[in-house]
T-cell receptor, first 111, second 113 residues
Framework: SQQGEEDPQALSIQEGENATMNCSYK?????LQWYRQNSGRGLVHLIL?????REKHSGRLRVTLDTSKKSSSLLITASRAADTASYFC???????????FGAGTRLFVKA | DTAVSQTPKYLVTQMGNDKSIKCEQN?????MYWYKQDSKKFLKIMFS???????INETVPNRFSPKSPDKAHLNLHINSLELGDSAVYFC????????????FGSGTQLSVL
């Protein structure tokens, strides 16, 4: 069954605003990752946060993880039109070899 | 050099035909994957291979047969194509397969008519 559920399904904001996407999952994880997919392209890894971490930053990206609530959020600050893409959370579990993706959030950043 | 490359990029075929998608990675990774992305962008794992050995088979119909001649290659052969097989198929790789980031190919858009 699908592990991750993402919220919202779609998000439309103005350039310069912040974008927050949320992800919830069902079972225990080893780590959680966020990926980006531009239209017609493959997924690109953005950031990985381990189950014993609570927050991680990378440039304009900030990821939080709350294992007690089985949820994560991705914040993109000062968004740009070029951030327009789909964003997916993905989880890894004991045993490995099986990264499971959520349904994704489609982000539209208007110039 | 493209890290994970898959061919062809587009594949249009008739129902009942057999087709193959090829994937190669030049990253020296041990683990490779096939994912299927449907029209709603939902991405589902199909197979994972580690050092040429099948590790994960996510209850994919046996019309789908992956083959890994070496750890840098993972091909996907599909027999008796059905309308529901229409999707984008992504190949990916990771260093060991346990808790690391995946590197994706650019996808093969398969359309079954």
């Amino acid at each position: 069954s699908q592990q991750g559920e993402e919220d919202p399904q779609a998000l439309s904001i103005q350039e310069g605003e912040n974008a927050t996407m949320n992800c919830s999952y069902k079972t225990s994880i080893n780590n959680l990752q966020w990926y980006r997919q531009n239209s017609g392209r493959g997924l690109v890894h953005l950031i990985l946060i381990r189950s014993n971490e609570r927050e991680k930053h990378s440039g304009r990206l900030r990821v939080t993880l709350d294992t007690s609530k089985k949820s994560s959020s991705l914040l993109i600050t000062a968004s740009r039109a070029a951030d327009t893409a789909s964003y997916f959370c993905a989880t890894d579990h004991t045993g490995g070899f099986k990264t499971i993706f959520g349904a994704g959030t489609r982000l539209f950043v208007k110039a | 050099d493209t890290a994970v490359s898959q061919t062809p990029k587009y594949l249009v075929t008739q129902m009942g035909n057999d087709k193959s998608i090829k994937c190669e990675q030049n990253l020296g990774h041990d683990t490779m994957y096939w994912y299927k992305q449907d029209s709603k962008k939902f991405l589902k794992i199909m197979f994972s291979y580690n050092n040429k050995e099948l590790i994960i088979n996510e209850t994919v119909p046996n019309r789908f047969s992956p083959k890994s001649p070496d750890k840098a290659h993972l091909n996907l052969h599909i027999n008796s194509l059905e309308l529901g097989d229409s999707a984008v198929y992504f190949c990916a790789s990771s260093q060991s397969g346990v808790g690391e980031k995946l590197f994706f190919g650019s996808g093969t858009q398969l359309s079954v008519l």
